[in-house]
């Protein structure tokens, strides 16, 4: 039995052909580790159709009183596949585990390898958690092609095949009405439940979407239905969804088992029409008793290696829609090409930049997101940029830190067009605090020193104690060493910014970038973060952007605006902002 | 049975039927078997005799073989429709649990495990209803039937059955002790390592931001070998249970086939018996072993009925809000689960426009709270007055908010319009006179126009146009693809924060009730659109009785009085704040109370 679904996986509409093949390239250097999984798999489930075959042999053949010495060894060998049977199904689990593990492991690293690159403007996976969780999902999944489709259906091909040599060298017709038999119904059921899952998953996957709606309506929106006395009609919306899924599963349950009663019925037909063979062969003189027996067992017996099929089929389902997504993620071309040739780029002395007439473009035939912006960041100076939602102010921010490419103009630093350098120098020069920064499940140390890990204790004191950090870490029991939750969820939002601060005071780059510092803080937190950034950035070049203007003094405030600076701000007096406490006004 | 599971089934009705039912199709499916085997062994046994060919006990062969698999598909189509209408009934029970809670306290936390929950996460029941379940009713059924059935054929050989048998579930209740203790002290570090991958991969632009992108590819290498190799160590011992299970079920078979063999040499037996033996044999151990197996996909099932039943019985007071679970009253003690408002007499609502709203000595204190919410607060509101409420966050500004749209109630003290307890209000006739503008409103996965609807669901388009107009919202909907069309929400049209404000704000102008709430509907905007809906609420709040969380935003100026709410006492009224000072210029005609 080959593979059906390969045959199908190619639809005129998908772009890339055989997705599935390819993430089982992915995983074919594993074979070392997965084919002995598989043998084990396929001898277990030989073992199990042997010893009923055996025993059958046996029982008949002792049923014609010859010498015991004549059936001693089908006795041994029922008691040996009885023993092997589970032996070889323990084996072939653990060897599967472990090397599907393995394929998986190798895998996620080439995933990873292809969303370096594509980090954060690449793919739409890095606007959503939902996206990047399916995305994990996905590189999942190439565990279950391994290890609930190909091994079950190596196994039952094993067995099919070696139950369709034994019965044709006992009695030719049979076996060919049993191979017949078992290679219809080994490429049918997988089929019919490929076919049954795509016609049922569509409309189920948009009541769903809707309920999970609904319920979110339900529970975030629950105080703004109370007051517009919307809750009632909102529940009835939600029952009514409820019992559609409901009617759509009823509907479906009519057919999810038919798979599993298709290969009964193949079965039965097997059974029967191989036992009526061998019955009249036997009534011929063409077949002696014993392998009547064996043969009507092996018909009975082989069947059931086709059990695990039907499940099979429809983890390969699933597995398709995955291998789709993830071929469609390694195809994803880097946004920013990188130099042939990097230019060297000294990091260790202040840096300014110079962008003049920048275009950047977030799809090739879509509006321009920054267009023909001019800005200098000089060096030494705090520079604030505010601006509406979608002004393009994170767009900058992500040109400037090599994540999108720009069309048109030019970013100058350290006298060099910024294209000229390799992205990961470009990004030892300015980077900073950005708007998708992410608090990593670990401790606040590990945090931190992801910014400079050679950084020494004193080092992460001093910027912790400058992002006003340093109290709450000594007032933690576990202090430095604390393990913060999914995405820092353990802490509050501004410990979570001002955390995110001290990692950007770490790192210390020439050019410090700082993309809304305060964004989702209540407005105390946020004015009390903003004077200890203030504070905090006193004599590098830094460019600070945010949309709350109140009370800040910096050396130059821009406005920017459908993608370009609309307004400077009057530069105020060297070192004014210092002596103010910008903090209330 | 585990309580969670007696629980489910005494509270669903429909999983008592299916138990019933499979039960009854269990025993169907195992004279079936028996059947099965035994016109098989005759077939066989009259071919090896030599006797005359007759077709009968073949064609019943393959007519008992085909019933059983139509039976099969029976069994499948009844589990199937079972869990769907557990799965309905169980998601109808935890929305009407919603729609019980406090608007407050829904509002409070964060949501994404119960949309899992009512969504995907129900589906973990499946394996449980459509796997355990009936495997388990099998396993009680159909060996005690084969056994029987083997016992009146040849009762050496049940004997053998019958001895082994019970070894399947001892072994199996043994090795899963022993597993479930050693998975159980993996499973913490199992999922931590499984989650770190996720974790890496949505921290890959940061980890790009500070270079250490390289570095971490060989961390996801290093820990996806760690996760491999503590899951391994798990597996071992797991899959021990199924080892024992699989090699006492096929070994049984040998102790079986072997002493029929035996005693077939013998002559003590004649085939058909022994053929009858050996093919019912495996079917007495088969539906244990399928139940040990299917035991360990319902665990998921278990779990995600703990968890609905963990929502269900979510007690009212924990550490939210009362809420809409109605004042505690202290005559009662204030226990759990106080029912919602106090029943009895609904006295109408008293037209707002032209009543006073008076706090009187309110107190509100949280369960689980050192100190109340607000403590002792007076304050009274003529109609058509604004009032703006200053002071710190977290200082009782929002409380007092919840206060008025009967989101919670006075521990002590009472609120009263026009001279009526709000408590002895109907909420919902109440809130229709009053229109709230929070602090985030949610946008409902509707379109833009029902979204403006949300209050009266009932307006004309032209109504809705006229109210986006009037809250300046008019001008980004009808840029939107589809205007006011635009599905919204969670997987609709993104929109900023201030044009969030400006649909709640339309919504508000449509609804055009006398009282308006506003909560700092400008605190998270960026300077323009701080000013459209600032433009946009004083024209509201004009001749509307309108209190205004205000603090250090644009509205300030709008205000008759300003009043500081300090923790959780009022300061005396109109008194400005000394951190704040009053423009003296103030836009003529915007006012007028």
Redesign the interface.
């Known amino acids: 039995m080959t593979l059906p679904a390969e045959a199908t996986a190619v639809t005129p509409a998908a772009p890339k052909p055989r997705p599935t093949l390819r993430l089982l390239r992915n995983l074919l250097p594993y074979w070392r580790r997965l084919l002995p999984a598989a043998l084990a798999s396929a001898g277990s489930e030989l073992a199990?159709a042997a010893?009923?075959a055996t025993?059958?042999w046996?029982?008949?053949?002792?049923?014609e009183?010859?010498p015991?010495a004549s059936?001693s060894l089908?006795?041994v060998a029922?008691?040996a596949?009885?023993?092997g049977?589970?032996?070889l199904?323990?084996t072939d689990?653990?060897l599967g585990?472990?090397g599907v593990?393995?394929a998986?492991?190798?895998f996620?690293?080439r995933v990873?390898?292809a969303?370096?690159p594509l980090?954060?403007a690449g793919t739409p996976a890095?606007r959503s958690?939902d996206l990047?969780?399916r995305?994990?999902d996905d590189?999942d999944a190439a565990q279950n092609l391994l290890l609930r489709v190909l091994i079950p259906a190596a196994a039952a091909c094993t067995v099919a095949a070696g139950a369709t040599v034994v019965a044709s060298a006992l009695l030719p017709q049979a076996g060919a009405v049993l191979g017949l038999l078992l290679l219809v119904a080994g490429l049918l059921v997988p089929m019919l439940v490929l076919a049954l899952s795509r016609r049922t998953s569509y409309a189920e996957n948009a009541v769903?979407?809707?309920?999970?709606?609904?319920?979110?309506?339900?529970?975030?929106?629950?105080?703004?239905?109370?007051?517009?006395?919307?809750?009632g009609?909102?529940?009835e919306r939600?029952?009514r969804a409820?019992?559609r899924?409901?009617a759509l599963?009823?509907r479906?349950?009519?057919t999810?088992?038919?798979a599993?009663?298709t290969v009964?019925?193949f079965?039965?037909?097997a059974?029967?029409g191989v036992?009526?063979l061998?019955?009249?062969a036997?009534?011929a003189g063409e077949l002696s008793?014993v392998h009547?027996?064996v043969l009507?067992v092996l018909a009975?017996v082989s069947f059931e290696a086709l059990t695990p099929l039907p499940a099979a089929a429809r983890h390969l389902a699933d597995v398709r829609v995955s291998a789709r997504r993830l071929a469609d993620l390694l195809d994803t071309p880097p946004p920013v090409t990188e130099p042939l040739v990097p230019a060297p780029l000294a990091t260790h002395e202040p840096l300014g930049v110079d962008i003049t007439g920048l275009r950047v473009r977030h799809h090739p035939d879509g509006p321009a997101a920054l267009d023909g912006l001019s800005l200098s960041l000089p060096p030494g100076h705090l520079t604030v940029l505010?601006?509406?939602?979608?002004s393009g102010k994170s767009t900058l921010i992500a040109a400037l830190?090599r994540?999108v490419p720009y069309e048109s103009g030019s970013i100058r630093l350290g006298g060099r067009e910024l294209r000229d350098y390799a992205g990961?120098d470009a990004?030892?020069a300015i980077?900073?605090m950005?708007q998708?920064?992410?608090v990593?499940?670990t401790t606040i140390r590990a945090n931190l020193l992801?910014?400079?890990?050679d950084a020494t204790d004193a080092d992460l004191h001093e910027a912790a104690r400058r992002a006003r950090l340093l109290d709450w870490i000594e007032s933690l029991p576990d202090r430095w060493h604390t393990l913060l939750g999914?995405?820092g969820s353990a802490m509050s939002g501004g410990q979570r910014q001002r955390l995110l601060l001290a990692?950007a005071l770490l790192?210390d780059p020439p050019v410090l970038v700082l993309d809304e510092p305060t964004e989702?803080l209540?407005?105390?937190?946020a004015a009390a973060v903003l004077s200890d950034i203030l504070r905090a950035t006193h004599g590098r070049t830094t460019l600070l952007i945010t949309?709350?203007?109140?009370g800040l003094a910096a050396d130059q405030i821009l406005t920017l605006d459908n993608g370009r600076i609309q307004s400077i701000a009057p530069r105020p007096r060297p070192g004014w902002r210092r002596k103010q406490c910008p903090a209330?006004s | 049975m585990k309580p969670v599971e007696r629980r489910l089934t005494r509270e669903l009705p429909v999983l008592r039927r299916h138990m019933t039912y499979s039960s009854a199709l269990a025993l169907l499916a195992a004279g079936l078997v028996v059947t099965r085997a035994t016109l098989l062994a005759t077939v066989l046994a009259d071919g090896f005799a030599g006797r005359q060919f007759r077709s009968a006990p073949l064609v019943a062969l393959a007519a008992v073989m085909t019933l059983s698999a139509l039976l099969t598909w029976a069994r499948g189509v009844l589990a199937q429709r079972t869990a769907a209408g557990t799965k309905r009934a169980l998601r109808e029970r935890i929305t009407a649990r919603l729609h019980d809670t406090g608007p407050l306290r829904l509002t409070a936390r964060r949501h994404g495990e119960t949309v899992t929950l009512l969504t995907r996460g129900l589906d973990a029941l499946d394996a449980y209803v459509v796997g355990y379940l009936p495997t388990m009713t099998a396993a009680a059924v159909v060996p005690l039937t084969v056994v029987a059935w083997l016992a009146w054929t040849d009762w050496a050989s049940a004997l053998i059955v019958v001895v082994t048998l019970p070894l399947i579930p001892v072994f199996g209740a043994l090795v899963g002790a022993h597993t479930a203790r050693r998975t159980a002290r993996q499973w913490q570090l199992l999922s931590r390592l499984g989650g770190h991958f996720l974790d890496v991969v949505a921290g890959l632009p940061t980890l790009r931001a500070f270079g250490r992108e390289r570095h971490q590819a060989e961390v996801v290498g290093e820990m996806a070998d760690a996760h491999r190799r503590a899951t391994m160590r798990t597996l071992r011992v797991a899959f021990l249970s199924s080892f024992v299970l699989e090699t006492v079920a096929t070994l049984s078979v040998a102790l079986v086939a072997v002493p029929v063999g035996l005693r077939l040499l013998g002559g003590e037996l004649d085939l058909r018996t022994a053929l009858v033996v050996l093919f019912l044999a495996p079917e007495a151990y088969l539906p244990l072993r399928a139940a040990g197996a299917a035991f360990h996909d319902s665990a998921e099932g278990i779990a995600v009925a703990e968890q609905v039943f963990g929502v269900l019985d979510e007690a009212a007071d924990s550490e939210d809000p009362p809420g809409l679970a109605g004042p505690a009253d202290p005559a009662e003690g204030g226990g759990r689960g106080v029912p919602a408002v106090r029943a009895g007499c609904r006295a109408p609502a008293p037209a707002a426009r032209s009543a006073l709203l008076r706090l009187e000595g309110v107190t509100v204190q949280y369960p689980n709270r050192a100190s109340p919410a607000l403590r002792d607060v007076s304050l009274s509101v003529r109609p058509g007055e604004h009032i703006a409420l200053v002071g710190p966050s977290g200082a009782g500004k929002s409380t007092l908010l919840a206060l008025l749209l009967a989101f919670t109630a006075p521990t002590s003290g009472r609120i009263t319009v026009g001279g009526t307890d709000l408590a002895d209000l109907d909420p919902d006739a109440w809130r229709s006179q009053v229109a709230w503008v929070p602090q985030r409103p949610h946008l409902f996965a509707a379109t833009v126009a029902d979204n403006i609807r949300l209050a009266r669901p009932e307006a004309s388009d032209a109504e809705v146009r006229r109210a986006a107009r009037a809250a300046f919202a008019d001008l980004f909907v009808e840029e939107l693809p589809r205007a006011y069309e635009t599905p919204l929400g969670e997987h609709g049209a993104g929109l900023s924060a201030g044009q969030r404000q400006r649909i709640a704000l339309a919504r508000a102008f449509l609804k055009d009730a006398p009282v308006l709430l506003l909560d700092e509907p400008t605190a998270h905007l960026d300077p323009r659109s701080e000013a459209a809906v600032t433009r946009a609420t004083v024209r509201l709040m004009r001749g509307k009785t309108s209190i205004v969380v205000a603090h250090r935003t644009s509205l300030l100026p709008y205000a008759d009085r300003i009043v500081t709410v300090e923790s959780g006492s009022v300061a005396p009224a109109a008194q400005a704040p000394p951190a704040l000072t009053m423009p003296s210029a103030r836009p003529e005609g915007l006012m007028a109370p």
Request: aromatic letters at 4%.
């Open positions: 199990a010893l009923m025993a059958a046996l029982i008949t053949r002792a049923a009183q010859p015991l059936v089908a006795i029922v008691r596949l009885a023993l049977r589970g032996a199904r323990y689990r653990l585990h472990d593990l393995r998986v492991a190798g996620r690293t990873y390898e969303l370096v980090a954060p890095f958690g990047l969780a995305l994990v590189v769903r979407s809707e309920l999970a709606a609904l319920t979110l309506d339900l529970t975030q929106g629950a105080a703004d239905l109370a007051a517009c006395g919307a809750r009609r909102a529940h939600t029952r409820t019992a899924i409901a599963e009823r479906a349950a009519w999810t088992s038919l599993s009663t009964l019925l079965q039965a037909a059974t029967v036992t009526w061998a019955l009249r036997h009534a008793a009547l027996t009507a009975l505010l601006g509406a939602s979608g830190m994540f990961t990004r030892r980077t900073g950005t998708d920064a992410h990593f499940h992801l910014a400079r890990p999914q995405n990692r790192a989702g209540d407005p105390d937190t949309h709350n203007p109140a209330r």
